[in-house]
């Protein structure tokens, strides 16, 4: 039997971003060569390395003509170079590729099989992946058993109550259907970062699938964000704050709102754990006046409410 024309195949555009991973640079672009899927758009895109990052885009776009780059002179942020990108690009599916990471050489071919047997209304699939270290070596899987079931327990279907009240989408495996993306208009430019922004309204009109197989190896770099997380000037802190407000807005059950109130009230207990208290005084206003607050979030709250007023470094 002869192979299928690739051009009969649908167009997979991976934009690959890359921001100081001279290191991992080569495993990541050589994983996008090693892919058995052969109808690919790739897009290769630099926000403004340092460490000589943009010399190894360089000589890969020069051995792939085919291959697209751009170099941008100062950072623009994850979301709007990943919007530049995907607004260039002709794929029907598309492929958020953080460089550090890699791809195993099935992922895409895996990816598109399953959305060919899926329902037009599924707008993303998502996989298992593999936790690799800064050298490369076996953390864990990002679905593991635990108590004999998987942990965290991945979903598929209409999961925007899932989506709201618990993490449970490996954010490097997501193959995005880019009738999804011109729907939502791309990332939120606004925002520090892209995915829990892209699940919450991605999973209000739109499916996701699980496809339970590894297909990525994604870097964990040492403790270098945990660090920093929900500490006083984590940037995350505002953007999940302003994607909480717009998820209160797309709500249509008490359901939902309940699940919402779980995430919401999860941030609220770390920020002030780890002393953000205007961001745990924030998480508390919202909590409250949706009319989800505990007695137990009411203790917190209020006591971030009066230690933010003594806390000099912002949020």
Not at 15 to 21: E, M, W
Not at 100 to 129: C, H, K
Not at 132 to 159: C, E, M, N, T, Y
């Amino acid at each position: 039997m002869m192979p299928p024309d690739p051009a009969a195949l649908p167009l997979v555009t991976i934009v690959a971003l890359c921001h100081n991973h001279a290191p991992f640079l080569r495993e990541a672009l050589n994983s996008i060569l090693a892919q058995t899927y052969p109808n690919l758009e790739v897009m290769l895109v630099d926000n403004a390395s340092t460490d000589g990052s943009a010399a190894i885009l360089q000589e890969y776009a020069a051995q792939h003509p085919a291959w697209k780059l751009q170099l941008h002179p100062y950072n623009l942020g994850l979301c709007r170079a990943f919007n530049q990108a995907y607004r260039s690009a002709k794929g029907e599916y598309l492929i958020d590729f953080a460089t550090d990471d890699v791809l195993l050489p099935e992922r895409i071919a895996q990816q598109i099989a399953a959305f060919q047997q899926l329902p037009p209304t599924v707008g993303m699939v998502y996989s298992n992946a593999e936790l690799i270290d800064d050298q490369g070596q076996h953390i864990r899987l990002h679905v593991h058993q635990r108590l004999g079931k998987p942990f965290p327990a991945p979903a598929s279907g209409w999961v925007f109550a899932e989506v709201l009240r618990r993490y449970f989408i490996s954010t490097p495996t997501m193959m995005m259907r880019r009738a999804t993306l011109d729907e939502l208009r791309g990332y939120d430019e606004t925002l520090y970062y892209e995915d829990f922004d892209f699940w919450v309204r991605a999973s209000r009109n739109w499916q996701f699938y699980y496809l339970d197989a590894v297909t990525t190896r994604k870097r964990q770099h040492g403790t270098a964000m945990s660090r920093g997380a929900y500490r006083p000037g984590d940037p995350h802190l505002r953007s999940t704050l302003a994607i909480c407000h717009k998820a209160w807005k797309l709500c249509r059950t008490e359901e939902e709102r309940q699940a919402l109130a779980v995430r919401v009230r999860w941030e609220m207990r770390q920020a002030a754990r780890w002393g953000s208290y205007g961001a745990a005084a924030a998480y508390f206003t919202l909590l409250r006046e949706s009319g989800h607050a505990s007695i137990i979030d009411k203790v917190v709250g209020m006591s971030a409410l009066i230690l933010s007023h003594y806390q000099r470094n912002t949020w």
